[in-house]
């Protein structure tokens, strides 16, 4: 059986990338009013959810905290690269992650993610890369506005029989926070994760699909669910160790609908810093419900994919964080529209 290989000038890159603006982010810290945004929030589930609904015609990275997401599981036939973009429009309740009086706010939250994905030589581990650049903009909370630069590098074991079988992965996740428009960096964080992802997937007469390689051609409910721990390092302090339980389940509704809910679930114990030992607690249910927009209407099939196979996504999410430092519980909830296109090269 001929396996893919690895294209290795593509490692060494996106390798490269990921070291290159971890060291940038250590060499530029400095402080801002908004690093409660830095320490706890951002966008990084919201997205997660939009980029892992069952949508097998708009190209996505296999790279997701969610099992659902289309070939999370399943090895690169050939090395490929992906671009998303997505272009939210939001209501936002708390723009600052405030405990009380933060912003009510409409919200623009576009996101730009280059991925890369490939197997190791002829091994059953797949590696994949990213880099994505994110803004978040409020029409009536303009001190919360902040940017983000997020690469991640992953190493996940794939079955290459059977694309619902347990699936170890260990990746590494930067984020740099910054001033807008990417202008101070005032906060990194580095994430290492170890977990298990697993998924179950069903036919629509809820039958269990067999096992293979690619189930997703038959595949209409998928349920699932990714566990770990994660270290997290962070300049400024505190640093911090989680656990997540992350279970999700999609619906493939019909060639142009589907249906998507996760449920993230993070306890995190923070490291002592100025006297304090922080345990926080976050709950973050997530529901999307996407439209793919018929080819028809674009101009066919090779017009559609020049146009990145676009669909409408109707999300709503909330970020529930409680703490034993009552300054640090938020809740927030965003509902909105957004627009998402993907190619693949």
């Known amino acids: 059986m001929n396996r893919p290989r690895l294209a290795l000038p593509c490692v060494v890159l996106f390798v490269a990338i990921v070291i290159f603006a971890a060291t940038w982010a250590g060499m530029a810290i400095g402080q801002t009013a908004n690093s409660n945004a830095g320490l706890q929030g951002g966008q990084d589930g919201l997205f997660d959810a939009i980029l892992a609904t069952p949508n097998y015609k708009t190209p996505g990275l296999p790279d997701s905290g969610l099992t659902t997401a289309p070939g999370l599981e399943q090895a690169a036939p050939a090395p490929q690269f992906t671009l998303n973009v997505l272009a939210p429009a939001l209501f936002n309740s708390n723009a600052q992650f405030l405990s009380s009086g933060g912003s009510k706010a409409f919200e623009g939250s576009p996101l730009v993610r280059l991925g890369w994905a490939s197997q190791l030589f002829d091994t059953p581990i797949r590696l ?198 009552s300054g640090r519980e938020y809740s927030q909830w965003r509902v909105g529209l957004v627009f998402k296109t993907g190619w693949r090269f």
């Open 128 to 325: 994949s890369g990213a880099a994505s650049f994110e803004t978040e903009r409020f029409v009536n909370g303009p001190d919360a506005a902040i940017d983000y630069i997020r690469p991640s590098a992953r190493a996940q074991y794939i079955n290459l029989q059977d694309d619902q079988a347990f699936s170890p992965y260990l990746s590494y996740v930067p984020r740099l926070d910054f001033d807008p428009t990417f202008a101070n960096n005032f906060a990194t964080r580095q994430d290492l994760n170890l977990g298990i992802d697993k998924v179950f997937n069903f036919d629509g007469a809820f039958n269990r699909v067999p096992a293979a390689p690619s189930s997703s051609s038959a595949t209409v409910w998928s349920f699932g669910f990714n566990v770990g721990a994660q270290r997290r390092f962070r300049d400024p302090s505190p640093q911090s160790y989680a656990f997540f339980f992350i279970p999700s389940a999609s619906y493939v509704i019909s060639d142009q609908w589907n249906a998507s809910f996760s449920m993230a679930i993070t306890r995190r114990w923070f490291e002592e810093f100025e006297g304090l030992s922080q345990r926080n607690l976050t709950w973050e249910p997530t529901g999307v419900a996407e439209y793919v927009i018929p080819a028809e209407w674009l101009g066919g099939e090779d017009a559609t994919r020049w146009r990145g196979t676009p669909a409408i996504d109707f999300v709503a999410g909330l970020e529930r964080n409680w703490s034993n430092i």
